[in-house]
């Protein structure tokens, strides 16, 4: 145990290390990941440790059941609607209802949120939301457990503002996926647009080949002929 704890803190010090260095938004984004998904596994495994010291020095001659697993299982599903004041997040896990309340661990910070359920039928469960679209209260953010479900509350910092988005991430993305062309420019402009920048991204051949295409086309249009 202390071995892999030693080697966590060592991988947490280096990620702490190149994220201070990078500058590219999508680098960081990871790193920050990695980052809180390292120091939940340390805290994980330090309170592991500091259990076992205690049942050892309690019934030393006692063989225990571990009191969490080693394995931890990543939440990729989940849902989420809103309100004036909250974003909730809906997560369903089967028998959660039933563990200790104090196994279900949710951390904040303005922009994120990390939840950690440990020793759910034999498996932890770990689900770490950064970057989220607008800034939340900390205060005022919670958690509720339901029948087979944990449900977070994200309080607003901003009221009555609506999230077309969970993350900032997710609206990049779906951003992306829009079209580039604008429905009223010029057809024609659009077409330069596209050519110029086949022009720009091609080797020589191809520029050599759109700079031809260039040239007869326009000797076309001097002529009066149309271009086809």
């Known amino acids: ?29 990871a790193l920050t990941t990695e980052k809180s998904k390292i120091e939940t596994e340390i805290k994980n495994k330090m309170q592991q440790k500091s259990q076992k010291k205690q049942v050892d020095n309690e019934k030393p001659a006692a ?49 994120s949120f990390d939840l950690l359920v440990k020793n759910l039928n034999g498996k932890n469960y770990s689900m770490i939301v950064n970057n989220l679209l607008k800034p939340i209260s ?41 079209p580039s062309y604008d429905t009223e420019a010029d057809p024609s402009e659009g077409l330069m647009n596209v050519l110029k920048k086949i022009y720009e991204d091609g080797d020589d051949d191809m520029k050599r080949t759109i700079n031809k295409a260039w040239v007869e086309s326009r000797e076309k249009q001097a002529k009066g002929d149309p271009e086809f």
């Open 1 to 29: 145990m202390a071995s892999a704890l030693e080697e966590l803190q060592k991988d947490l010090e280096e990620v702490k290390t190149l994220l201070e260095k990078s500058t590219r938004k999508r680098v960081r984004d």
């Open 63 to 111: 063989v225990v059941a571990p009191i969490t697993t080693g394995y931890t299982v990543k939440i990729s599903n989940y849902g989420w609607d809103q309100s004036d004041k909250f974003v909730k997040i809906y997560i369903t896990l089967t028998g959660v209802h039933q563990v200790p309340n104090e196994n279900v661990q949710v951390h904040f910070t303005d922009r």
């Open 138 to 178: 900390v205060e005022g953010s919670s958690r509720k457990v339901k029948t087979d479900t944990v449900l977070i509350l994200c309080k607003k910092k901003a009221e009555n503002v609506r999230w077309d988005y969970l993350t900032q991430v997710e609206k990049e993305c779906k951003e992306k996926e829009k």
